[in-house]
């Protein structure tokens, strides 16, 4: 396969997979419903939070960075934030501890009913991500499944779950982006209506 053909295979396979998505009503309809539960969070003073591991955890920043700094216009910032930020905590928590309780530490800490909490995985299988999905529910906090076609381990322990149809971590990792995206979007012309 020469590079054009290539790169033209890899738009294709991503456009495919984004067109899938607007038929898929379930996945449509838990983006909703979470872009107006988060909104609603805020309202009552509750925050998002989200965690990731590798492309994941940079695609979970982004995302916070949305909701905390700005969309698409000014507004007042919104409590959002990647559980990974701190090099020094995960990396204290990961040698004293294990790489799989860095995130369900963080939530223990900084979580309260009524958050929400976010993973990033295309597996759905992240051990650090499945603990924090145990420690949130155990502490009535909303955890919400961003992962590939099978949900993996994350998908009982998610209260909504944004499954990909798809296997190929790339393609995943494009449509979390555009959902997340496009969440922000709803949470930010829901909370601040633009005349």
């Not at 988060?38 to 916070?64: E, P």
């Not at 216009?73 to 990961?94: C, G, K, Q």
């Not at 299988?125 to 909303?142: D, L, P, Y």
Request: aromatic share 6%.
């Amino acid at each position: 396969m020469d590079l054009l053909n290539l790169l033209q295979s890899r738009i294709t396979a991503s456009v495919q997979l984004k067109q899938s998505l607007l038929s898929n009503e379930a996945l449509l309809n838990a983006v909703t419903q979470v872009a107006t539960l988060a909104a609603d969070a805020y309202r009552n003073g509750n925050k998002v939070m989200w965690c990731g591991n590798g492309g994941s955890a940079a695609d979970a920043q982004h995302l916070a960075a949305e909701l905390s700094g700005r969309f698409y216009y000014d507004r007042p910032p919104l409590n959002s934030d990647a559980l990974h930020v701190n090099t020094s905590y995960m990396t204290a928590v990961a040698n004293d501890y294990s790489y799989e309780q860095v995130y369900s530490r963080l939530v223990q800490a900084m979580c309260q009913k009524g958050d929400i909490l976010i993973g990033l995985s295309t597996s759905g299988n992240s051990g650090n991500v499945v603990k924090a999905f145990e420690k949130a529910r155990e502490m009535g906090v909303t955890t919400v499944g961003f992962t590939g076609e099978t949900g993996g381990k994350m998908k009982p322990l998610s209260d909504f779950l944004i499954n990909i149809p798809s296997t190929d971590t790339p393609r995943i990792q494009e449509c979390h982006m555009l959902l997340g995206h496009t969440l922000c979007e709803i949470v930010e012309q829901q909370l601040f209506p633009k005349a």
